[in-house]
């Protein structure tokens, strides 16, 4: 098809174990265990290529490519109710039989370590083997592909491509497309949508601290209208009156900062025991906690300014005068 770089293919075979722990349907000297299963990619050369490049030599590569070769994907273990399952493991460097065809195992993969799987059907435990497509017919008896992953020129006309692919999926039925430039594109959207929320989420806490802190030093100034009078009666300056208030709302920053920056740590631990399934501790944030800090002390002193113009339009005599 005009516009294709180049495809990648898979071809994809499964088998099911028998009450022997063999698999139905072809000959291996891999012995299996209880719950597992027995599958054979085959690889074009581009696929081969995106897989291993960075793991395999040149020399190593070729041969895979040639099919003299294969790369062997241990099971993951399993256990259930005490009973472990998924415990064969084929050594690198070793050589298994597939259907009478002797394969030395260039790359042993075991434990999470990457996983095949076609499409979107979701990972199949078991032993796999993965081979070049040209040897794959011969060892499955079947030349069928399972997935193809076409890569487009810079230049393509997008629009005849996806007409070709439509075409091309009604020949083939049961043929289904995923675009991962389109599942890209719906990530980032979700992720900007994401973002959106939590600074919404954020905006909208942060204006309910300002306006609680500007109710409470409204509510402070009302209830010290007299001592407010009877210093300002004494030569205290209204400058001073300001300072003194803005030292309050400094106080209200820095309490809500190490809040914040326990809080914070807290948060960052929990996210991070997520991502890697283990609770440590982690180097703290230094750079957001610094402007988490200055943030909020800008907050609450500017959340303190507001209400202090009620100080200069106080009348001595009337503060003096007013009755707690």
Known sequence: EEGVAFVAAQQFSLYQLDGQNRPVGIETDVALGPGETFQIFGLNDQWVEDAFAGRLTAEQLAVLKAGEACVVRNPLPITVEGATYGTTHVEEGSVITVAGKELPVLLSLSGYDGYFSVGNSGFVNGVQVLASDRIYPQLTGTDAYAELRPALD??????????????????????????????????????????????????????????????????????????????????????????????????????????????????????????????????????????????????????????????????????IEAVE
């Not at 204006?207 to 209830?223: A, F, K, S």
């Not at 609450?300 to 100080?311: D, F, Q």
């Open 154 to 319: 810079a230049d393509a006309d997008r629009e005849d491509f996806d007409a070709a692919l439509e075409r091309f999926c009604q020949r083939v039925p049961g043929t289904s497309t995923v675009s991962y430039e389109q599942t890209d594109r719906q990530l980032a959207e979700s992720a900007a949508q994401i973002n959106m929320l939590a600074w919404g989420l954020i905006l909208f806490i942060g204006l309910i601290g300002v306006l609680n802190i500007i109710n409470t030093v409204y509510t402070n100034i009302h209830t010290r209208i007299a001592e407010i009078g009877t210093q300002r009666a004494v030569g205290m300056s209204a400058r001073s009156l300001y300072r003194t208030f803005l030292w309050e709302g400094a106080y209200y920053g820095m309490i809500a900062a190490v809040i914040g920056c326990v809080a914070g740590y807290g948060c960052a631990i929990l996210v991070e025991a997520a991502a890697t399934d283990e609770l440590s501790l982690v180097f703290p944030p230094l750079i957001p906690m610094a402007e988490a800090v200055l943030l909020s002390l800008a907050a609450c002193l500017l959340a303190t300014a507001v209400p202090l113009r009620k100080i200069a339009k106080l009348s001595i005599v009337d503060s």
